[in-house]
T-cell receptor, first 113, second 114 residues
Framework: EAAVTQSPRNKVAVTGGKVTLSCNQT?????MYWYRQDTGHGLRLIHY???????EKGDIPDGYKASRPSQENFSLILELATPSQTSVYFC????????????FGHGTKLSVL | GEQVEQRPPHLSVREGDSAVIICTYT??????FFWYKQEPGAGLQLLMKVFSSTEINEGQGFTVLLNKKDKQLSLNLTAAHPGDSAVYFCAVSDPGTGSNRLTFGKGTKFSLIP
């Protein structure tokens, strides 16, 4: 079974602080994704990547940056965290074709106070 | 872009009963569809993937129907049991990108009535 590992599992941050969420996959997948999950909104795509060095804006990129330094690692960066970014964040990886499933991590619960 | 509407947002049934979750999508060119299950405190796990060439898929305890004419996807949970309690999401693969970028429905929280 493909493995996607997120860290940390829980994070409490202060408003205006910098937060980095990390994701590692051992599946050798080209594509990686960051979603946030909020009640009433389901999962919304923040950023995604087609491979090392690539990052693309998703549907709700404002306030977030992403970094893909290697095939295995994909980070989500909140330079100036705000309370509206309190959410559960999921990382996923998948192959390059539209018929392929995504593999999800367990999620990171972020609270911005 | 693609939009996916999922209903109902909440669904409670008694053990042994059946239940239906419906998703409606907007892009007629969409070709690949997925159902994911999320148990409490966990990530999403694939339940079933459906291709446009397949109208019916049956798994263990559920049936998935795809109606391309009405742009509708449904998940029918048959004979519900405690292990079915979870949040279910439908997802549609973006037909324009050639990648597996997904647009998700808002989810259905499914539970059993004690």
């Amino acid at each position: 079974e493909a493995a996607v590992t997120q860290s940390p599992r829980n994070k409490v941050a202060v408003t205006g602080g910098k937060v980095t969420l990390s994701c590692n996959q051992t599946n050798n997948h080209n594509n990686m994704y960051w979603y946030r999950q909020d009640t009433g909104h389901g999962l919304r795509l923040i950023h995604y990547s087609y491979g090392a060095g690539s990052t693309e804006k998703g549907d709700i990129p404002d306030g977030y940056k992403a970094s893909r330094p290697s095939q295995e690692n994909f980070s989500l960066i909140l330079e100036l965290a705000t309370p509206s970014q309190t959410s559960v964040y999921f990382c996923a990886s998948g192959g390059s074709f539209s018929n392929e499933r995504l593999f999800f991590g367990h999620g990171t619960k972020l609270s911005v106070l | 872009g693609e939009q996916v509407e999922q209903r109902p947002p909440h669904l409670s049934v008694r053990e042994g009963d059946s239940a239906v979750i419906i998703c409606t999508y907007t892009d007629p060119n969409s070709y690949y569809f997925f159902w994911y299950k999320q148990e409490p405190g966990a990530g999403l796990q694939l339940l079933m993937k459906v291709f446009s060439s397949t109208e019916i898929n049956e798994g263990q305890g559920f049936t998935v129907l795809l109606n391309k004419k009405d742009k509708q996807l449904s998940l029918n949970l048959t004979a519900a049991h405690p292990g079915d309690s979870a949040v279910y999401f439908c997802a549609v693969s973006d037909p324009g990108t050639g990648s597996n970028r997904l647009t998700f429905g808002k989810g259905t929280k499914f539970s059993l009535i004690p």
